[in-house]
């Protein structure tokens, strides 16, 4: 049988999560515009900078905080947040795009979200920020929640 767009894309950003570094939890992002990717990204330290992974500990586990508190205190960009800077890097509007993550975006990354002009966001799996949700609902933009 043949996957739908959201399947489609959805699985695509299953594989991209294979790439975080993060030791918490692996995060992929894939956005998509007119049915083409336009970016992906996935949860990992800044460029050039040291991963968790290669330091073999979380600052957030080390520091007790329990998960969807203190984004700042993290080494890690979210897949949400590289996806959106490597478009812009590369030059490529995001303007009347679908992002597929592979969780549910933090507040942060719905704010970013949504002045990155996605319309669409296709999620996995929930995350402890409801401030996020009313962010996007209050944004109109499609919430799509796969299994």
């Known amino acids: 049988m043949r996957a739908t767009w959201d399947e489609y894309f959805m699985e695509i950003a299953e594989i991209v999560k294979t790439r975080s570094t993060c030791l918490r939890r692996q995060v992929g992002a894939v956005i998509v515009k007119d049915n083409r990717i336009i970016t992906t990204g996935y949860n990992g330290a ?13 600052e957030r586990e080390k520091l ?10 993290c080494r890690a960009l979210h897949a949400e947040q590289n996806a959106i800077i490597q478009a812009a890097n590369m030059g490529v509007s995001t303007q009347g795009a679908t992002l597929y ?4 975006p933090c507040v942060i990354c719905a704010k970013m979200a949504v002045n990155a002009g996605i319309i669409k966001i296709v999620y996995k799996g ?19 929640v796969m299994k």
């Open 46 to 58: 800044p460029s050039g900078l040291m991963h968790c992974s290669d330091m073999g500990y979380c």
């Open 64 to 73: 007790n905080i329990p998960s969807g508190q203190r984004h700042e205190l």
């Open 101 to 104: 993550v592979t969780l549910q």
């Open 126 to 144: 929930t995350y402890p920020d409801e401030l996020s949700m009313r962010i996007l609902n209050e944004a109109d933009i499609e919430l799509v």
